[in-house]
């Protein structure tokens, strides 16, 4: 398989940055919801604290590589050809995607810094981008949560239209982000 997209199929590339992005989705996700299994202040809570922000900051971390590759190559086909309404539909949801994995670390980051918390990121501490700042905390913890719901239906949205054009539409969208596929 080529590392870059061609016009029929995704590249190595994009297809394992894809896969990657969801299984660390599902542990972001994870480890911030199973955080409240334990009570406040537990080394149990705090380390899943650890893992939902440096995950988070990975997520942040790999979508400009993701990014790059979309954009350096071109995007394969569909066959057939959705409509029009659908193939716009999809350029808003994947405008969305993106813009989740960019706003929902950068949020993050921005909080944990108001919040006068460190940003830890695998054994390093990230600066902080803004000052201490409890009045600018609160919102933004809000924000965060309300994009971290959002994300639950985007992401769900996503998964339903590639089966929905696999088994409904019978065209090649999904195949075409299906590793090792012939």
């Known amino acids: 398989m080529d590392w870059k997209n061609t016009a029929s199929r995704y590249g190595a590339l994009s297809i394992g940055i894809h896969w990657l992005m969801l299984l660390l989705f599902i542990a972001v996700y994870a480890s911030i919801e199973l955080r409240e299994l334990y009570p406040k202040g537990s080394d149990p809570r ?7 922000a440096m995950l988070g900051m990975l997520v942040f971390v790999l979508i400009w590589l993701r990014l790059a590759a979309r954009l350096s ?7 057939p050809e959705p409509p029009s309404w659908q193939q716009i539909t999809a350029k808003l949801l994947h405008l969305a995607l993106y813009a989740l994995m960019i706003v929902m670390p950068l949020t993050g980051w921005l909080l944990l810094s108001a ?3 460190p940003v830890p990121f695998f054994g390093l501490e990230l600066p902080a981008l803004i000052g201490a700042n409890k009045d600018i905390a609160k919102p933004l913890k809000e924000i965060h949560e309300f994009i971290g719901t959002a994300g639950y239906y985007l992401i769900g ?3 339903a239209a590639a089966l929905y054009h696999h088994y409904i539409q019978r065209d090649n969208t999904m195949i075409r982000m299906l590793p090792h596929h012939r």
């Open 73 to 79: 190559g071109p995007m394969p086909g569909i066959q």
């Open 157 to 159: 949205l996503h998964a």
């Open 46 to 52: 705090e380390a899943l604290k650890t893992w939902h």
């Open 115 to 117: 919040s006068g918390k």
